[in-house]
């Protein structure tokens, strides 16, 4: 079975992470270690050839940047496994061997050009992994953190009735769960929400510091939607849609409640909610 690499390597922001650390690496690595014999390159001072070693370093990494995005838009169409993507590195390592190899051979006349390449081939190897294997760990460590706080969040919540739903305020701080079958609407009160739910029999209402808009993105995969600028309605909790002369009206399945309007807006998308979902419970 052929495994490939996580998606989230070849996204543009770890792209550019790669090669961006990839080249403070090389730089840091190439004037405090001098590999390449780059102490021979030019009898110049420390500074100047700091300058002179950012350029060389700048044109080496052009082998990395090109093939990233090679890799980039050869990833929108094929799947690349761990194989090909090994092989893929080791195809950097070389070029960028050739590279440093053939500059040292101009700079530096009569040298050994196998034990030249020999030598560029072990130093390009830990200029490159090193930074990348440090990016992998932190790339994959980074995604299971989003993955944590994705179940952390609830934001995997689906259309199941019994759905705890967590309630947090605009800082991020849990302070209501309540199952879905349980809510009934969302009121917008100005900087804050009133969310209206039943509990033992009994309506209840709780303030939460909250807006309307971070509710609806929310409970957006739910049989929750927006059917007024000021309202959100759990369809599921719908039993009648009834128009009146000033216009349209959900009614809900507990006493006690008040009838909740419909904008005209929202009326095409109110009609599909209430078919989808005001039967299922």
């Known amino acids: 079975m052929i495994t490939n690499i996580p998606k989230y390597i070849n996204e543009k922001n770890n792209i550019v992470r790669l090669v961006s650390l990839t080249a403070l690496f090389a730089l840091i690595f190439i004037n405090i270690y001098k590999p390449f014999s780059s102490e021979n390159w030019y009898q110049i001072s420390d500074f100047m050839f700091f300058v002179y070693s ?15 995005i090679i890799m980039y838009f050869y990833s929108k169409k094929h799947d690349i496994s761990y194989r090909l993507y090994i092989i893929w590195v080791l195809l ?44 992998w760990i932190y790339m994959g460590w980074k995604e299971t953190q989003k993955k944590l706080e994705k179940i952390e969040n609830d934001e995997e919540l689906d259309m199941n009735p019994l759905k705890s739903i967590a309630f947090k305020d605009e800082k991020g701080v849990l302070m209501l769960s309540i199952q879905m079958q349980d809510l009934l609407y969302i009121e917008s009160d100005n900087n804050y929400v009133e969310i209206h739910y039943t509990s033992n029999g009994k309506n209840k209402t709780y303030l939460l510091r909250n807006s309307l808009k971070n509710m609806e993105t929310m409970l957006s995969d739910t049989s929750v939607g927006r059917c007024h600028r000021s309202y959100l309605v759990n369809f599921g909790r719908v039993k009648v849609m009834r128009r009146e002369k000033d216009g349209l009206y959900l009614e809900l399945d507990a006493q006690g409640v008040m009838d909740i309007p419909v904008s005209k807006t929202f009326q095409e998308k109110v009609g599909e909610k209430f078919v989808t979902h005001s039967f299922k419970n």
């Open 54 to 68: 950012s350029l060389i370093i700048l044109t080496g990494v052009l082998v990395v940047i090109i093939s990233r």
């Open 92 to 135: 950097e390592i070389l070029f960028m061997s050739l590279f440093y190899t053939v500059y040292t051979i101009c700079v530096r006349h009569g040298v050994d050009v196998m034990e030249t390449f020999k030598n560029s081939t072990i130093n390009t190897s830990l200029v490159l992994l090193l930074p990348y294997v440090t990016l």
